[in-house]
């Protein structure tokens, strides 16, 4: 089970941290994504790592303003989103699958979190 949190209201330049943690299952030997779905629009790749190496792959409309990053100990993934902006604004979803090989595919995310809100204010 994932469970997302850290969304709220943040002005234009802001930031935020999310969070996603595992409960009954390791996340080390999978890869962890963060997606988003914004209102009409359909559900859009952000970023994922691999667990065991850290190696990631960013969207280019996220790169350099978001970093995800891991806690071993903790299970958990977090996402800190710096620079916002009003685009950024959508539910957050976190995602897991067995294999190490990042996907930018919802489809290939067999277990998600429930999503977190996340809204930027011009």
């Known amino acids: 089970q994932l469970q997302a949190s850290g969304g709220g209201v943040v002005q234009a330049g802001g930031s935020l941290r999310l969070s996603c943690a595992a409960s009954?299952?390791?996340?080390?030997?999978?890869?962890v994504a963060w997606f988003r779905q914004a209102p009409g629009k359909e559900r859009e790749f952000v970023v994922a790592i691999t667990w065991s190496d850290g190696n990631t792959n960013y969207a280019d409309s996220v790169k350099d303003r978001f970093t995800i990053s891991r806690a071993n100990a903790k299970n958990t993934v977090y996402l800190q989103m710096n620079s916002l902006k009003p685009e950024d604004t959508a539910v957050y979803y976190c995602?897991?699958?067995?294999?190490?090989?990042?996907?930018?595919?919802?489809?290939?995310?067999?277990?998600w979190g429930q999503g977190t809100l996340v809204t930027v204010s011009s």
């Open positions: 009954g299952r390791s996340l080390w030997g999978g890869a």
């Open positions: 995602a897991c699958r067995p294999s190490p090989l990042r996907s930018t595919a919802p489809a290939s995310y067999l277990f």
